[in-house]
Each structure stands twice: as C-alpha cells, then as structure tokens.
C-alpha cells in the first residue's frame, strides 16, 4: 500500500500568514491522483483539493495544491480564523486508499 | 441534496459484533464505488473498506481482514459494515463515504456513527 507522510505535524501560524503543507507518498502517485481535506473539531472532513491543484466546488482561491509522483503541497496562502483545522492527504490511485496522519496549523 | 446516514452505532463488550448501516439518498447508490473510513479518538482518517458498485469487488483492511465485511443492498440504497470480534482498538467513528474517485469530483461524507468497544 502507499504510506502517505505528512509533515510538519503542526504548523503554529497567525492569521494572515502563508502556510505550507507537505504530503511525501512512499511510491509515485499516478496521474496525480492525490486530494486535501480539511477537517474541524467534530466535523466531517471536507473536500480542499483532487487531482493534486484542482479546488473542489466552493473552495476559496487562497488554497492551491501543486506536486506530482511522490512530493505533494498544499499552500494556503493567507490564513483565515476559520482555516485553522488539521489538514489530511489522501491518495486513491491505487487500493487500498490511504491517508497521510494530518497536519494541524493551530493559532500561534 | 445528497445524504448519507450511519446508524448501528454503540457500547459493545470486546469480543462483540455491530452492523453498521450507511442509508443513501440523493444519488444512485448503485453507480457508486463506497468507503467506510474511521477516526479512532484524537486519530487520523483511516480506509476501513470499499465496495465497488455492484458490490462485486470489496476490500478490507489488513487491521480488520476476516473480522469486518462490506456489502451492500443496492436496491435498498444501503451500505453495511458487518464487523465481529471487535477489540477496543476497532473505537472510533465510522463514516460512510462517497469519495472522489478518477474521472469524479463528487465526494460526500455522512456524519459519522460512533462505535465504542469496551468491558
């Protein structure tokens, strides 16, 4: 299966400021298939990022993901209070699905 | 509007069995590849179990292979997760999902149903 390893484990960040998530997959990731998900306290995760840089349907134009093969991003590029959320990679090229363990930018 | 329902959550002694159900509505179920995900307390997300549209092509875990079973009822619009011999680390909330797939954006979570393992 393909681990997925985030990094950093927490991002301490002030609001305004540009964050950078990493998703390094232990092989190459086909055809980018590589999402981003945000999740909040006692929600369910949502839908940020498919195809590695493509926004899914309402998402604001502050997030953007770029990557390809193994080495993957996510960048939001100023911090909203309501970004403020742990962060999960997931790739579906190959079963089983898997997820990264999640990056929480927390305010600093 | 598309809703995906989890019931059959609860308290269960180890060693116990649930079934979990995922009601559909909004979308036909029969098009779509599922997921089960769970979130252990303070976890991540973790793939549980997919089930292809017709349910002929299934897969588990490793952590859960011979103990948990996915199947479905296509034309009840309803998923399952029939899971034995539970352990206190199978603890966690467990989704039904519609996820983004090649050639699809859609991607739908239900709320969760919490399933505890414990004496």
């Known amino acids: 299966e393909i681990v997925l390893t985030q990094s950093p484990g927490t991002l301490s960040l002030s609001p305004g400021e540009g964050a950078t998530l990493s998703c390094r997959a232990s092989?190459?990731?086909?055809?980018?298939?590589l999402a981003w998900y945000q999740q909040k306290p006692g929600q369910t995760p949502r839908l940020l990022i498919y195809?590695?840089?493509s926004r899914a349907t309402g998402i604001p134009d502050r997030f953007s993901g770029s990557g390809s093969g193994t080495d993957f991003t996510l960048s939001i590029s100023r911090l909203e209070p309501e970004d403020f959320a742990v962060y999960y990679c997931?790739?579906?090229?190959?079963?089983?699905?898997?997820f990264g363990q999640g990056t929480k930018v927390e305010i600093k | 509007e598309v809703q995906l329902v989890e019931s059959g959550g609860g308290l269960i002694q180890p060693g116990g069995s649930l079934r979990l159900s995922c009601a559909a509505s909004?979308?036909?179920?029969?098009?779509?590849?599922m997921y089960w995900v769970r979130q252990g307390p303070g976890k991540g997300l973790v793939g549980v179990a997919y089930?292809?549209?017709?349910?002929?092509?299934?897969g588990h875990a490793d952590s859960v292979k011979g103990r948990f079973t996915i199947s479905r009822d296509n034309a009840r619009n309803t998923l399952y997760l029939q899971m034995n011999s539970l352990r206190a680390e199978d603890t966690a909330v467990y989704y039904c999902?519609?996820?983004?797939?090649?050639?699809?954006?859609?991607?739908?979570w239900g709320q969760g149903t919490l399933v505890t393992v414990s004496s």
């Open positions: 909004g979308f036909t179920l029969s098009n779509s590849w």
């Open positions: 999902a519609k996820l983004v797939r090649r050639g699809s954006r859609d991607d739908y």
């Open positions: 195809g590695a840089s």
């Open positions: 997931h790739q579906y090229d190959s079963s089983p699905r898997t």
């Open positions: 092989q190459s990731v086909s055809s980018s298939y």
């Open positions: 089930s292809s549209s017709d349910g002929s092509i299934t």
